[in-house]
């Protein structure tokens, strides 16, 4: 079809520029149109080039916007992985302050502020269901002779190797924490004196294997214990208070020994 267009437009030409026939009559409309069908074709290929360009231009504009649109992406995604990690340093920062704020430094135990915690749950629990529990206290004997002979380095490892003996023989459910210096609290929930008695008996002759070397001396302790269980309408730190009376009781009577705490004691 284009062949036979171009030999169409070269025929025209060419009758055109023949000089016979500038006295035919169609000559001057022929060549007007002739004019006419080139000026259309000048803005027909005009227009052409015009779209041609507007398509480059709006297909560029096309890929620009999907390159800022990938590269957004990709900074979305960097941003993602950055609030991830935050979120994980936050959750194990909260973590460690948690472990910080309720377990002991030097053992790695329960602290105090733990022992509080798990006290206030079990007496909520015995006020609730009537389920009553034991706390027992215990202390290492003569700990200042290790301390002033040996010196507090010694002292502190006997200490954690103590609390590594505890917390293996309590049972699951029981807690065992430092209470302070050398004094150490074991929580039994559910728990009768008798049944009490028989764990921290238990603990008593592991804590009797203990041996912590200095040198070429083997150092070995013993713990005097006391244990009280609560009473109902007892608040947990009376409880407490019975033990701890039980404990100076075994301490008064040689030490190396568990007592359990009348329910009259104050």
């Given at each position: ?60 504009r ?8 990938e590269k ?31 377990h ?41 002779r290790?301390?002033d ?112 705490a ?5």
């Open positions: 079809m284009i062949r036979d267009r171009t030999a169409l437009e070269e025929r025209i030409a060419s009758l055109l520029e023949a000089p016979a026939q500038a006295e035919n009559p169609l000559y001057e409309p022929l060549s007007q149109l002739w004019e006419a069908h080139h000026d259309m074709m000048r803005r027909i290929d005009r227009i052409s080039r015009i779209s041609d360009a507007y398509q480059s231009i709006a297909k560029q096309e890929m620009s916007l999907a390159e800022r649109l957004q992406l990709r900074q979305l995604e960097k941003v993602a992985r950055i609030s991830d990690r935050y979120q994980q340093m936050m959750h194990d920062l909260n973590k460690a302050l948690r472990q910080a704020s309720t002991d430094a030097l053992t790695g135990i329960a602290n105090r502020r733990l022992l509080g915690e798990r006290l206030k749950e079990e007496a909520d629990r015995n006020k609730r269901y009537g389920r009553s529990f034991s706390i027992a206290m215990l202390d290492v004997d003569l700990f200042k290790i301390n002979q040996h010196g507090h380095d010694v002292g502190d490892r006997m200490l954690v190797e103590l609390a590594s003996v505890l917390e293996t023989e309590v049972r699951e459910q029981d807690l065992c924490g430092r209470w302070g210096g050398e004094e150490f609290l074991i929580l039994l929930p559910e728990t009768d004196l008798d049944a009490a008695q028989q764990v921290i008996e238990r603990v008593r002759e592991r804590v009797r294997e203990l041996t912590v070397r200095v040198d070429t001396e083997l150092l070995m302790v013993t713990v005097s214990a006391g244990i009280a269980q609560q009473i109902p309408g007892e608040s947990y730190s009376r409880t407490i208070s019975r033990a701890d009376l039980a404990l100076l009781q075994a301490k008064r009577l040689g030490r190396d020994r568990c007592e359990l009348s329910e009259t004691a104050v």
